[in-house]
């Protein structure tokens, strides 16, 4: 088989970030006027969810100390639906793996999977909320507002999901993807906002926008009446930020990594344009890419491989280390089976590429379109094959980082794990007279 050469390459992209962000929170934060709404001594539940959002430690910890400075009795709750295997102590020790611990943060972690029903929405769909949660005095929810890889309307991951979704623990996370089949989502959290903020003792919500390095580009605080439109204007603007692959055709991509921390669906569909099908993008989605291959499965998913169904092969190592169980309790929740399926397997990397060269019709295997990253959150390095050269010329967006190199396999026949800096990449001054002949732009 004959291999395409290989070059390392960067993506411009827009980065705003925060320079201080506990400062930050506490300034949004107090522009709320918060100190008028509780009293000394009140118990105020603070929400956390699964997801490895930039800085979290940082976030959770500034929330829980301008609680303290209201002399208020802040304390966290694991807010995450079905995530770490839908037990108690499974989503304790999410939290911990994601650097919120107890110690750390100053506050107490208070995890339970049961849930009262404290009203129904308008299609007589009972709504769920955490039984300890309620029990405070007020409930502060803090998430991410980013686009999410099932609900692709004016609501995705950002404040009413996680109250839907997340307090509303397995319950409510399983009882609104059901209902999602037959109302439109953002129906069903909108209905749940208005519910929640009524009879939930919602007191305020915080939101985090990430850039496109995953760094903490904006955060701003919200009153319960102002969630929706806040929400809405947040979105629009992570929207501008978000990451995406430079090519809009690709024969093979390679994704070192997947898990929870990256995605709902462990790689984000809206990078790998497989919102709406497994296997293939929608008619006017992109990039039309071929084949996937998943070469394993991080540490911080905790054996949830779901999403693991949209690639068409892994490496071996993923299937060795997912927990069939937890994966199917998500995919099962989220309605969509297929997220478990485990595809075809290979132990090594060499026998991948040989399978998939197969799939990429008349194309010389050496002229392939291979594009290789880290994950679906980590876009602004990645490597690519010789066949994007002459595009990569008329881009001002795109710079070469490295001289033309062969896939680097070892002896066992596997690739080195994808470097971020790619520092292991071959110093692009080798290039030589071979970086005048290919036009390469820096170069």
């Not at 100053?106 to 709504?127: D, H, K, N, W, Y």
């Not at 397997?345 to 050496?366: C, K, M, N, Q, V």
């Not at 026949?413 to 692009?428: I, K, M, Q, S, Y």
Request: hydrophobic share 40%.
């Amino acid at each position: 088989m004959q291999y395409p050469l290989m070059f390392c390459l960067r993506q411009k992209l827009e980065n705003p970030i925060l320079a201080n962000v506990a400062h930050a929170i506490d300034v949004e934060l107090s522009r709320l006027n918060l100190k008028n709404l509780v009293k000394p001594g009140d118990t105020v539940a603070i929400t956390c969810g699964s997801r490895g959002i930039a800085n979290y430690a940082v976030i959770i910890k500034a929330v829980v100390d301008h609680f303290k400075k209201l002399n208020t009795n802040p304390f966290l709750v694991p807010a995450m639906g079905s995530h770490g295997g839908g037990t108690a102590e499974g989503q304790r020790q999410m939290l911990e793996s994601l650097g919120i611990r107890e110690e750390v943060i100053g506050a107490e972690i208070r995890s339970s999977m049961e849930t009262e029903i404290i009203g129904q929405l308008a299609a007589g769909i009972p709504v769920h909320c955490d039984k300890i949660a309620l029990s405070a005095e007020h409930t502060v929810v803090v998430n991410r507002v980013k686009l999410h890889t099932m609900f692709h309307k004016s609501v995705q991951s950002g404040l009413l999901k996680m109250m839907a979704m997340g307090l509303g623990k397995l319950n409510g996370a399983q009882l609104y993807h059901k209902a999602a089949e037959d109302y439109p989502f953002e129906e069903i959290a909108r209905g749940v906002h208005k519910v929640m903020s009524e009879k939930a003792n919602i007191l305020a919500g915080l939101m985090v926008v990430e850039n496109a390095q995953e760094q903490t580009a904006r955060v701003e605080a919200t009153l319960p009446a102002d969630f929706v439109e806040n929400e809405m204007s947040l979105l629009h603007y992570s929207r501008k930020l978000f990451p995406l692959l430079p090519f809009k055709t690709i024969d093979i991509l390679l994704v070192d990594e997947i898990g929870k921390i990256f995605s709902s669906f462990g790689a984000d569909s809206n990078v790998t344009g497989r919102n709406y099908y497994a296997h293939a993008a929608a008619e006017g989605e992109f990039p039309k890419i071929r084949t996937i291959v998943y070469r394993d499965l991080h540490p911080k998913s905790h054996g949830n491989a779901i999403g693991v169904g949209h690639a068409e092969f892994v490496r071996s190592r993923l299937v060795r280390k997912m927990d069939a169980e937890t994966t199917r309790l998500n995919s099962l929740t989220a309605g969509m089976p297929t997220l478990a399926a485990v595809p075809v397997d290979y132990e090594t990397d060499r026998e991948i590429l040989d399978a998939a060269f197969s799939l990429i019709g008349l194309t010389p295997s050496s002229r392939a379109k291979i594009v290789w990253i880290r994950n679906t959150a980590s876009l602004r390095d990645l490597e690519c094959s010789e066949a994007y050269v002459e595009e990569v010329n008329q881009r001002e967006d795109l710079s070469v980082q490295s001289r033309l190199h062969p896939l680097d396999f070892n002896y066992n026949g596997n690739l080195r794990d994808f470097v971020t800096e790619h520092d292991e990449c071959p110093d692009a001054t080798e290039m030589g007279s071979q970086a005048n002949t290919l036009q390469f732009p820096g170069l």
